[in-house]
Each structure stands twice: as structure tokens, then as C-alpha cells.
């Protein structure tokens, strides 16, 4: 169904127009469909075709709980409920997205080139945990260098703890992190001071409890299989409306909450044969929603398959995307501080993995993997800069260990410094996860809150299998236990310690110089080189194209190195990360261990 179609077909969910409510469902799967709103006496809904049906109810005003029944006998959440007070098995609300006077018209987003994420789990975040709740925390990460928040998934879940990967109502954010209300409220706080705000939404799969939608319709299918369960049906018979109700909904968060971008979670288990993919649909639709506003917004893929096609226009035989979140730079720098070789750190012990993932985007363009068991990745040198998204740590990354254990617990604070000055001088556009600026201890674990203790069991045999590809130490972190929530909290009172501070200004420094030095950014990746002498000095060499040139020299070992020779002209140091401003002891001489100098050519 192309964009054209679903432009002129109408909402779905509950839509509060003059003195009523219509109400309109997708559900193929059922002979009827009645609507019961409030106590009041149950209504039918009138088929439409195509499995639409629909009804509209006089009297009916926001704030009304309702629920569908099915076939005369199951009463069941709307599949596109925007607001579940109750949870994912309760009733669903009626919400009216125009009573929020929102004040960002004049915000229309930023550029890729120009993003700076800051990845932010709600629920851990602060002590509240609440979208309202990290409002208080916006100026600091603005002064930092921030420009766009990435939300970890927010779409209903089960309970009150979860990453959000097991959401099951797609249209209605979190209702323990404060609902639709709650949301707007962060996003026109974020664009009042000139922050995006990005979703990360999960269309590879939805989770296993409070999840009805086979009921309504083929939204599952056995012909494709994902790591839980059924694939999503987005090529086979009853497709439209399955890709119908994905593509609306990432219109819906367009419209109704201003959102500017999406990070789509693990993409490699979307699959999809049809003319043209459901990616490329929904980057099309929701950017076709943003022009309508005169805003920009960007779609960004998770994927570990390296496919340059991912970020290649359609008319170049890909699939449109903007950018592709890039493992292999956190993978080889991650494999050369901690000297970890199992799970996916065993297809990284070459030194030239983080020369070229710097350099060229991908390590991996082609070459056979031991981990995956087969030939990885393809070209990227040629690819812009603005294409990848690299980070030091992220949630999957430091919560996918079996304790959560974050970088600052595993190396030496000052090869922290190290791996930030390697992530701010690649031409790529860096993401930050929260707490790293200034070294937050708290683990990131895994949890969930299932009410299901059959799945909280399954998600225990599960993760424990996962992790015998890695060979960690010590016990799992147990998802369900409410500790393993609790301690996941940032503790931003660290933030004030005075090594802390140090390395929060480093941080701010960097992402300064990114913004202002034309040699640095996304911009320039053709003109990047990078070697490493045989002590494990890496040199970064960025340039623009106007001749202004930057080196970042970097001491990789935990030893004393010398500083390797640097041909005329003079330099001159921009950033040392042993300063004693940046927590440093400001007389080591180069190169003190896991130090590193970014130097200036004079002109």
C-alpha cells in the first residue's frame, strides 16, 4: 500500500471529533467488533472493508475508558490506544493530542551532521522516573554539548520496569512515566532549548504479554522467524494492514508528539520481500508528516549485518535511511582497553579493525567473521560521515553484560579520557549514554516486571544461554528482581566529585572544538587517516579542505610511550587529557599511559 493510500484513509484508534468519539479498528481476524465505553451499553462497530470497522458514539469525551469485544466474547484493548492507565491488559483511554499548547514552532530540528545524541533510559534516569522527571536535567546536557535526546522504547509494557523492547501498545507512551501528557511536556521542553528529541521504536517484534494483536488480525507470521518468535507479517496475505498500522504509528508520534527522529531497533529481523520495503514506507511517511509542519526527521537503523544499503537512496537500489548505529568502532576500541576476546570481541584482536571503523565507518566490509559464522559487512569508505552513529557504551552494550558493568568499572580512568577523544575526533556523530560524561558507577541490568512468572523464568533460561558465548564471571543479574531496576538509577551526585568534573569538562570541551574546529565533525571522513606505530600509538590525522589540520595522538597501552615525531609545521596542544582540569595530574610527559594530545598545526 503506498503513501498516497494511506494519506487518504482515516486515523485509527479512538478520534475525539465534535461531540463524539470515532472509533476505528483493523481487525480482520473477527467476524464482529463491539465497543463498550464507560459502562455504558455495548455498541457495534459497522464493517468498512478491508477489515476496517468502525463506529462513531455521541456524548463520548476525553478521558473515557473503553475497551473492544471480539466475536460477542473477548473484551480487549485498541490496538492503537494512545494512553493504558491500567496497563497492557486494561482498558484504553480516549485522548485528545489538540488540547496541548505546544511552544516550539520555531524549532524544526537539527541536521545529522549536527546531532550530538544522549541515550536515556526514562525509568533510570532519575529517581522519579518519569518523562517530567528529567526536564531539570535539560540545561546541563545542553551546556554539555548535547543536541538530541535518544529515548530507550517508551510504548506501553507490562508492569513498571522494563528496557521497553517488550512493549505491546505501540501508540501509547508509558503510563508509569506519565502518559501522552508526560511526554509533550519533555519534548517541548527539550525543543525550547533547541534539543531533538529521538524514539527508539521496535517493529521487529512486540512482547509477549498483553499481546492481543494476532486476535484482530495476521499480524504474525510462521514463515519468517526472529529471536522472539513469529516475524511481524509485513510481506505476506493481510500485510497492508500490518504495515498500515506501523506506518501510522510512526506518523502519530510525527503529529501528535513532535518527535524528530527514530531509532529503529534491530532492523536484521525485519523481514520484508515486498516492491518496496516497510522501512523505506515509513522513512517516506514520517518525513512526508514533518514537511507538513515545516520540521525535519531523521530515521536511523540498528543492525549488525554492516549493509551499506541500509543508508543508500532508493534510487540507488537501498532502502533511504539516514544513518546506521556502527558497532564495530565501540567493538575494536572496547576489545584493545579490556583485552576481552569472547562473544563478538573475538572477531576484533587486529589492530586494523579501529584504524578503519575510524576511518571508513565499517571494520568489517566482507571479510569472514568467526563469531557470526560467515562473511560480514560491506564497503563503506565511501559512505559520509553523517551515516554512522559510534558511542563508547550504550544500553545493549553495557546491559547485555551479565552484571551491567559500565566502561569506568572495567579500565583506568584515564583511558576513559582515551576512548572519549578516540569517539569525538571520528568523522561519525557520536552518542553518549547517560551517566557517561562524568563516569556514573551505577550498573545498567537487564529487567522486567512481567506479571507472567512462566516469562520472567523464559527471560532467565534465555539470558543465561545468551551469555555462555561470553564466558563472564560471576552470577546474572536476575531481571525480574526489583534491585536490579533500583540499582540501574544514575547517581547524578557523582557528577559534582572533582574527577568527575573533570572529565564532564573534557567531554564539553571536545564536543565544543566538534562544533567549531572545521577539521572535526562528520564532515572530512575521505580526508582522515589514522596509523599506529609499533608502541601502540595511534595517530588520528583529521584535515578540512581549506588545509586546517588536527592530530590526535593517543597512547593505547597502559605504559609510558614516546611521542611519535611530528614533520613541520609547528603544533601546538589544543586538549590533553591529562590536564589537571580534566582530572588529570598535568605533568606527566607524553605520552603517560592511555594519554592523549590533540594537536594543532600552526599556520
Same mark, same amino acid.
Given at each position: 500500500?503506498?503513501?498516497?493510500?494511506?494519506?487518504?484513509?482515516?486515523?485509527?484508534?479512538?478520534?475525539?471529533?465534535?461531540?463524539?468519539?470515532?472509533?476505528?479498528?483493523?481487525?480482520?481476524?473477527?467476524?464482529?467488533?463491539?465497543?463498550?465505553?464507560?459502562?455504558?451499553?455495548?455498541?457495534?462497530?459497522?464493517?468498512?472493508?478491508?477489515?476496517?470497522?468502525?463506529?462513531?458514539?455521541?456524548?463520548?469525551?476525553?478521558?473515557?475508558?473503553?475497551?473492544?469485544?471480539?466475536?460477542?466474547?473477548?473484551?480487549?484493548?485498541?490496538?492503537?490506544?494512545?494512553?493504558?492507565?491500567?496497563?497492557?491488559?486494561?482498558?484504553?483511554?480516549?485522548?485528545?493530542?489538540?488540547?496541548?499548547?505546544?511552544?516550539?514552532?520555531?524549532?524544526?530540528?537539527?541536521?545529522?551532521?549536527?546531532?550530538?545524541?544522549?541515550?536515556?533510559?526514562?525509568?533510570?534516569?532519575?529517581?522519579?522516573?518519569?518523562?517530567?522527571?528529567?526536564?531539570?536535567?535539560?540545561?546541563?546536557?545542553?551546556?554539555?554539548?548535547?543536541?538530541?535526546?535518544?529515548?530507550?522504547?517508551?510504548?506501553?509494557?507490562?508492569?513498571?520496569?522494563?528496557?521497553?523492547?517488550?512493549?505491546?501498545?505501540?501508540?501509547?507512551?508509558?503510563?508509569?512515566?506519565?502518559?501522552?501528557?508526560?511526554?509533550?511536556?519533555?519534548?517541548?521542553?527539550?525543543?525550547?532549548?533547541?534539543?531533538?528529541?529521538?524514539?527508539?521504536?521496535?517493529?521487529?517484534?512486540?512482547?509477549?504479554?498483553?499481546?492481543?494483536?494476532?486476535?484482530?488480525?495476521?499480524?504474525?507470521?510462521?514463515?519468517?522467524?526472529?529471536?522472539?518468535?513469529?516475524?511481524?507479517?509485513?510481506?505476506?496475505?493481510?500485510?497492508?494492514?500490518?504495515?498500515?498500522?506501523?506506518?501510522?504509528?510512526?506518523?502519530?508520534?510525527?503529529?501528535?508528539?513532535?518527535?524528530?527522529?527514530?531509532?529503529?531497533?534491530?532492523?536484521?529481523?525485519?523481514?520484508?520481500?515486498?516492491?518496496?520495503?516497510?522501512?523505506?514506507?515509513?522513512?517516506?511517511?514520517?518525513?512526508?508528516?514533518?514537511?507538513?509542519?515545516?520540521?525535519?526527521?531523521?530515521?536511523?537503523?540498528?543492525?549488525?549485518?554492516?549493509?551499506?544499503?541500509?543508508?543508500?537512496?532508493?534510487?540507488?537500489?537501498?532502502?533511504?535511511?539516514?544513518?546506521?548505529?556502527?558497532?564495530?568502532?565501540?567493538?575494536?576500541?572496547?576489545?584493545?582497553?579490556?583485552?576481552?576476546?569472547?562473544?563478538?570481541?573475538?572477531?576484533?584482536?587486529?589492530?586494523?579493525?579501529?584504524?578503519?571503523?575510524?576511518?571508513?565507518?565499517?571494520?568489517?566490509?566482507?571479510?569472514?567473521?568467526?563469531?557470526?559464522?560467515?562473511?560480514?559487512?560491506?564497503?563503506?569508505?565511501?559512505?559520509?560521515?553523517?551515516?554512522?552513529?559510534?558511542?563508547?557504551?550504550?544500553?545493549?552494550?553495557?546491559?547485555?553484560?551479565?552484571?551491567?558493568?559500565?566502561?569506568?568499572?572495567?579500565?583506568?580512568?584515564?583511558?576513559?579520557?582515551?576512548?572519549?577523544?578516540?569517539?569525538?575526533?571520528?568523522?561519525?556523530?557520536?552518542?553518549?549514554?547517560?551517566?557517561?560524561?562524568?563516569?556514573?558507577?551505577?550498573?545498567?541490568? !537487564?529487567?522486567? *516486571?512481567? $506479571?507472567?512468572?512462566? %516469562?520472567?523464568? =523464559?527471560? +532467565? #533460561?534465555?539470558?543465561?544461554? /545468551?551469555?555462555? &558465548?561470553?564466558?563472564?564471571?560471576?552470577?546474572?543479574?536476575?531481571?525480574?528482581?526489583?534491585?536490579? !531496576?533500583?540499582? *540501574?538509577? $544514575?547517581?547524578?551526585? %557523582?557528577?559534582? =566529585?572533582? +574527577? #568527575?568534573?573533570?572529565?564532564? /569538562?573534557?567531554? &564539553?570541551?571536545?564536543?565544543?572544538?566538534?562544533?567549531?574546529?572545521?577539521?572535526?565533525?562528520?564532515?572530512?571522513?575521505?580526508?582522515?587517516?589514522?596509523?599506529?606505530?609499533?608502541?601502540?600509538?595511534?595517530?588520528?590525522?583529521?584535515?578540512?579542505?581549506?588545509?586546517?589540520?588536527?592530530?590526535?595522538?593517543?597512547?593505547?597501552?597502559?605504559?609510558?610511550?614516546?611521542?611519535?615525531?611530528?614533520?613541520?609545521?609547528?603544533?601546538?596542544?589544543?586538549?590533553?587529557?591529562?590536564?589537571?582540569?580534566?582530572?588529570?595530574?598535568?605533568?606527566?610527559?607524553?605520552?603517560?599511559?592511555?594519554?592523549?594530545?590533540?594537536?594543532?598545526?600552526?599556520?
Amino acid at each position: 500500500m503506498g503513501l498516497a493510500s494511506l494519506d487518504r484513509m482515516t486515523a485509527l484508534g479512538a478520534s475525539l471529533l465534535d461531540h463524539g468519539v470515532t472509533f476505528r479498528v483493523w481487525a480482520p481476524g473477527c467476524r464482529t467488533v463491539d465497543v463498550t465505553v464507560d459502562g455504558r451499553s455495548t455498541e457495534p462497530l459497522a464493517p468498512r472493508g478491508i477489515g476496517l470497522f468502525e463506529a462513531r458514539l455521541e456524548g463520548v469525551v476525553e478521558g473515557a475508558r473503553y475497551r473492544y469485544r471480539l466475536d460477542g466474547e473477548r473484551y480487549r484493548p485498541d490496538p492503537a490506544s494512545r494512553y493504558q492507565p491500567e496497563g497492557v491488559h486494561g482498558p484504553s483511554v480516549v485522548v485528545d493530542p489538540s488540547r496541548f499548547a505546544w511552544t516550539d514552532q520555531e524549532f524544526p530540528g537539527h541536521a545529522m551532521a549536527d546531532i550530538v545524541f544522549y541515550e536515556i533510559h526514562v525509568g533510570a534516569f532519575t529517581a522519579a522516573g518519569t518523562f517530567e522527571a528529567i526536564i531539570p536535567h535539560l540545561d546541563r546536557l545542553v551546556e554539555l554539548g548535547v543536541t538530541a535526546l535518544e529515548l530507550m522504547p517508551v510504548a506501553e509494557f507490562p508492569g513498571s520496569r522494563n528496557w521497553g523492547y517488550d512493549g505491546v501498545h505501540l501508540f501509547a507512551p508509558q503510563s508509569t512515566y506519565g502518559g501522552p501528557h508526560g511526554l509533550r511536556r519533555l519534548v517541548d521542553a527539550c525543543h525550547a532549548r533547541g534539543l531533538a528529541v529521538f524514539l527508539d521504536v521496535v517493529y521487529n517484534h512486540l512482547g509477549p504479554e498483553g499481546n492481543y494483536l494476532a486476535e484482530y488480525g495476521p499480524y504474525f507470521t510462521a514463515r519468517h522467524s526472529t529471536p522472539w518468535g513469529p516475524g511481524v507479517n509485513y510481506d505476506g496475505p493481510g500485510s497492508e494492514g500490518v504495515r498500515r498500522h506501523v506506518i501510522e504509528n510512526g506518523r502519530m508520534w510525527v503529529r501528535e508528539f513532535h518527535i524528530d527522529g527514530f531509532r529503529l531497533d534491530a532492523i536484521h529481523a525485519i523481514h520484508d520481500a515486498s516492491p518496496t520495503h516497510i522501512l523505506t514506507e515509513f522513512a517516506e511517511a514520517v518525513r512526508a508528516e514533518a514537511a507538513r509542519a515545516g520540521r525535519r526527521v531523521h530515521v536511523i537503523a540498528e543492525s549488525h549485518d554492516n549493509d551499506r544499503r541500509l543508508v543508500l537512496p532508493a534510487s540507488a537500489g537501498g532502502l533511504g535511511l539516514d544513518a546506521v548505529w556502527s558497532d564495530d568502532f565501540h567493538h575494536a576500541l572496547h576489545r584493545a582497553l579490556t583485552g576481552e576476546t569472547t562473544g563478538y570481541y573475538v572477531d576484533f584482536g587486529f589492530d586494523l579493525h579501529l584504524e578503519r571503523a575510524i576511518v571508513e565507518g565499517f571494520a568489517f566490509q566482507g571479510e569472514p567473521s568467526e563469531y557470526w559464522g560467515r562473511p560480514r559487512g560491506t564497503p563503506s569508505g565511501d559512505l559520509p560521515g553523517d551515516r554512522f552513529v559510534i558511542f563508547l557504551q550504550n544500553h545493549d552494550q553495557v546491559g547485555n553484560r551479565a552484571q551491567g558493568d559500565r566502561l569506568g568499572t572495567l579500565v583506568p580512568f584515564e583511558a576513559l579520557k582515551l576512548a572519549a577523544g578516540l569517539l569525538f575526533v571520528s568523522p561519525a556523530v557520536p552518542l553518549l549514554f547517560m551517566g557517561e560524561e562524568y563516569a556514573e558507577t551505577a550498573r545498567f541490568q !537487564f529487567f522486567t *516486571s512481567f $506479571l507472567d512468572k512462566r %516469562l520472567t523464568e =523464559a527471560v +532467565r #533460561r534465555g539470558r543465561a544461554e /545468551e551469555f555462555k &558465548r561470553f564466558a563472564w564471571r560471576g552470577p546474572m543479574a536476575d531481571p525480574d528482581a526489583p534491585n536490579s !531496576f533500583v540499582s *540501574s538509577r $544514575l547517581s547524578h551526585s %557523582l557528577a559534582s =566529585a572533582p +574527577r #568527575r568534573r573533570g572529565l564532564r /569538562e573534557y567531554y &564539553r570541551r571536545w564536543l565544543t572544538l566538534r562544533r567549531t574546529h572545521p577539521a572535526l565533525g562528520t564532515q572530512g571522513k575521505e580526508l582522515t587517516r589514522v596509523t599506529r606505530d609499533e608502541s601502540g600509538v595511534l595517530t588520528v590525522i583529521r584535515a578540512s579542505a581549506d588545509g586546517n589540520e588536527l592530530r590526535l595522538v593517543a597512547n593505547l597501552t597502559p605504559k609510558t610511550q614516546f611521542m611519535p615525531p611530528l614533520a613541520p609545521p609547528a603544533w601546538r596542544v589544543v586538549l590533553d587529557s591529562d590536564a589537571e582540569s580534566f582530572g588529570g595530574t598535568g605533568t606527566a610527559a607524553p605520552l603517560a599511559p592511555y594519554q592523549c594530545l590533540l594537536l594543532e598545526a600552526r599556520r
